[in-house]
């Protein structure tokens, strides 16, 4: 399977990336964590089936049906789709019925499914009807000095929790290794990652990578990606 990608041509603040690939025989791959939810729309056999995805905290196993072509609608951090907060679909995904017509039924109403090419048309039609929202995502240190004061620290975590599921250090480590991981299978070495995001050592790193990736540093370097869900790249290069 190779994913073709762009970057939201607009709402970039709710969209950051729209995929399609194709598989041709049944088969299995490798889905890497992610911090974000998915609009995830797979055509087989002449069926259409919808879901949203929700953040994953570990690398998994994901079964691949045989001629089947998918497109991805990847949200921001913080977008919540209602009525289906991040938080409860971690490593879980919420369902959308389809209706005979071919139009997947989201918030009570049915909508025509998106393409590729129209992805942006789809969204902004969800944003308006306020089911996507953008949630303003506040951390430890943003508020100080701010005249309404500083919210605990605890209180912090809570909510940033019930936006996106995750806790800010679980986005910090999968966001990293991420990143890691596009800069070793772009052919970087394992040392020149290891001091650009700060991991510990080598140890350090390939633990992140089998957890959070399911893949060792020499394989992404090989090349042993073509059953690996897309990576993102979240940080530019050192010096770039």
Not at 32 to 41: E, H, P, S, V, Y
Not at 121 to 148: I, M, N, T, W, Y
Request: proline share 5%; aromatic share 8%; glycine share 8%.
């Amino acid at each position: 399977m190779r994913f073709e990608h762009r970057d939201a041509e607009t709402d970039a603040s709710i969209v950051s990336h729209v995929w399609r690939t194709r598989s041709e025989a049944e088969d299995t791959m490798t889905s890497a964590a992610r911090t974000c939810c998915q609009l995830i729309f797979t055509r087989m056999q002449g069926y259409l089936l919808a879901s949203l995805r929700g953040p994953e905290t570990s690398a998994t196993i994901a079964p691949v049906p045989p001629d089947a072509e998918f497109l991805g609608i990847r949200l921001t951090l913080g977008t919540v789709l209602r009525p289906h907060p991040a938080a409860s679909i971690v490593d879980g995904f919420a369902p959308f019925p389809v209706t005979g017509s071919g139009r997947v039924v989201i918030g009570g109403e049915d909508w025509e499914a998106p393409t590729y090419e129209n992805v942006e048309q789809f969204v902004r039609r969800l944003r308006d009807a306020g089911l996507l929202v953008r949630s303003r995502l506040k951390v430890e240190g943003h508020f100080a000095g701010h005249p309404e004061g500083h919210p605990s620290k605890r209180t912090l975590q809570r909510q940033y929790r019930a936006i996106t599921g995750l806790s800010q250090t679980a986005v910090t480590q999968i966001d990293r290794v991420n990143a890691a991981a596009t800069m070793l299978r772009d052919g970087r070495d394992w040392h020149t990652v290891v001091e650009a995001l700060g991991y510990f050592d080598q140890a350090h790193l390939a633990h992140a990578l089998r957890r959070y990736v399911g893949r060792t540093a020499r394989g992404l370097q090989a090349g042993d990606d073509a059953k690996l869900s897309f990576l993102y790249k979240n940080c530019p290069w050192p010096g770039s």
